[in-house]
Nanobody, 116 residues
């Protein structure tokens, strides 16, 4: 079965950095685009970043452009989200996502808290 397992979240001060990882299993990873979403308390889940199958195309939410970088290692079945210059408004649970045959698959999420 499809599994997406996130890690790397935690508490960081404003201006700091974190790198999130998502290890995928149960499907042919290199054939699918991957996404990172986030959901802050009391808010809807939002798309943060997307990456195409071989990483040639990436897209970002306006709120994270220039600060976050999505990447992938198809040999390791892993997608990453490098987050720099973190702001308190980046505080949220971050989720790894893939959509296959019109079905959405989600990880359980990893929490990120940006606070001094």
């Amino acid at each position: 079965q499809v599994q997406l397992v996130e890690s790397g979240g935690g508490l960081v001060q404003p201006g700091g950095s974190l790198r999130l990882s998502c290890v995928a299993s149960g499907f042919t990873f290199r054939r699918h685009a991957m996404n990172w979403y986030r959901q802050a308390a009391g808010k809807e889940r939002e798309l943060v970043a997307s990456i195409s199958t071989f990483g040639l195309n990436t897209n970002y939410a306006d709120s994270v452009k220039g600060r976050f970088t999505i990447s992938r290692d198809n040999a390791k079945n892993t997608v990453y989200l490098q987050m720099n210059s973190l702001k308190p408004e980046d505080t949220a649970v971050y989720y790894c996502h893939a959509r296959m045959e019109n079905i959405d698959y989600w990880g359980k999420g990893t929490p990120v808290t940006v606070s001094s």
